[in-house]
C-alpha cells in the first residue's frame, strides 16, 4: 500500500494526537478525582484512541468494549443502530464514559446513550477524538472532545473505509478515486 497514492491531506499527526490524548486523560483524571471509571469503546473505530486515552487516565478504571453498526461500507449514516456486540460486564452505579472516534450525524451515540442510561449507571459523559458538527441530525452532550473538523471522510487511527486504514497511526483525507 502506497500511502503517498491515496492521501490527499494529512488532517492530524501522530504528534498532534497524542498531545490531544494527554490532555484528555488528564481532564478526565481531574473531574474524577477519588471516582472510579467506566471505559466504553464503541468498536472497532475507537480501539487506538481507547487504549491511548486510557494510559493518560491516572484513576482506578475498568473497560467493557461494545460493538454497533450503523454504517455499512458506505460513508453516511443509515440512522438504523444495532448492537452487534454487548457489554460483557454490568454498567449499574457505575461512572460511564463512553470513547468514541467520532460523532457525524449523532444517531449512534444518541441511541447508545438511551440504551445505557436504562441499565442504571451512576453517570454516563463521552469522550469522543472527532466530531463533526456540521452533520448533527441528534443532539449528544460531549464533555470531553479532541478535534472539531470540516465535514469530509476522514481515515487512520482506527477509522476505516470499508474497513480498510485503522492501522495507519495518523487521522487522514483519502484521494476521491479511492472510493471509485
Ligand atoms: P454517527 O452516528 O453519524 O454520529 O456516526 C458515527 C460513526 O460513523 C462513527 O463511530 C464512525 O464509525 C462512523 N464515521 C462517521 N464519520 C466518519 C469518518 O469521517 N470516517 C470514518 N468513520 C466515520
Ligand atoms: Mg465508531
Known amino acids: 500500500m502506497d500511502l503517498n497514492k ?7 499527526s501522530k504528534e498532534a ?6 490532555e484528555l486523560g488528564q481532564a478526565i483524571t481531574r473531574d474524577y478525582e477519588g471516582k472510579e471509571v467506566l471505559l466504553v469503546c464503541v468498536l472497532n473505530g475507537a480501539i ?11 484513576l482506578p478504571l475498568e473497560i467493557d468494549f ?7 461500507d458506505s460513508t453516511k449514516s443509515s440512522g438504523v443502530v444495532k448492537i452487534i456486540k454487548d457489554l460483557d460486564k ?3 452505579g457505575k461512572n460511564i464514559i463512553i470513547v468514541e472516534d467520532i460523532i457525524d450525524s449523532g444517531l449512534t451515540l444518541h441511541y447508545l446513550i ?10 454516563i459523559e463521552i469522550c469522543t477524538l472527532l466530531d463533526k458538527p456540521s452533520g448533527r441530525k441528534a443532539d449528544v452532550p460531549t464533555k470531553y472532545k479532541g478535534f472539531e473538523i470540516k465535514d469530509e471522510f476522514v481515515v487512520g487511527y482506527g477509522l476505516d473505509y470499508a474497513e480498510k486504514y ?15
Open 166 to 180: 485503522r492501522n495507519i497511526p495518523y487521522i487522514f483525507v483519502l484521494k476521491e478515486d479511492v472510493y471509485s
Open 48 to 58: 487506538m484512541f481507547m487504549s491511548d486515552l486510557m494510559k493518560e487516565i491516572k
Open 114 to 123: 438511551d440504551n445505557l442510561r436504562s441499565r442504571g449507571p451512576e453517570s
Open 17 to 22: 494526537l497524542a498531545e490531544k490524548t494527554r
Open 66 to 72: 461494545m460493538a454497533v453498526s450503523s454504517y455499512g
Open 90 to 92: 454490568s454498567v449499574e
Open 6 to 12: 491515496i492521501t490527499k491531506e494529512i488532517m492530524i
